[in-house]
Nanobody
Framework: QVQVTESGGGSVQPGGSLRLACLVSGGSFSEFAMGWFRQAPGKERKAVAVVSASGTNTWYPDSVKGRFTISKDNAATTVYLQMDSLKPEDAGTYLC????????????????????WGQGTQISVSS
């Protein structure tokens, strides 16, 4: 059974940085595309960073492009999200998700494409 566990959330001032980690256990990590999603209260989950199973392809929405970086460490079965120049609108619950893929270079961006979700970690950005 695949399990996903996030860590690294917290509070930061605008302009600060945080690094999230997502440990995946069970399954074959190299077959998973991985995504980080943000969910604000009462709103749907939106992808903020996605990496293909191969680790070679990434995707970001315009709102975080140039500030967030996703990376996949197959040896550690962990995916990271480096968040720089944080803004108040980046606050929310960040969830990590795994999507088993036959096409190693595909990067799923919709929540419905993901099979396994973590519990989430909270990010607060305020002065």
């Amino acid at each position: 059974q695949v399990q996903v566990t996030e860590s690294g959330g917290g509070s930061v001032q605008p302009g600060g940085s945080l690094r999230l980690a997502c440990l995946v256990s069970g399954g074959s990590f190299s077959e998973f595309a991985m995504g980080w999603f943000r969910q604000a209260p009462g709103k749907e989950r939106k992808a903020v960073a996605v990496v293909s199973a191969s680790g070679t392809n990434t995707w970001y929405p315009d709102s975080v492009k140039g500030r967030f970086t996703i990376s996949k460490d197959n040896a550690a079965t962990t995916v990271y999200l480096q968040m720089d120049s944080l803004k108040p609108e980046d606050a929310g619950t960040y969830l990590c998700a795994a999507s088993k893929q036959r096409i190693a270079t595909y990067w799923p961006t919709s929540a419905w494409e993901y099979d396994t979700w973590g519990q989430g970690t909270q990010i607060s950005v305020s002065s």
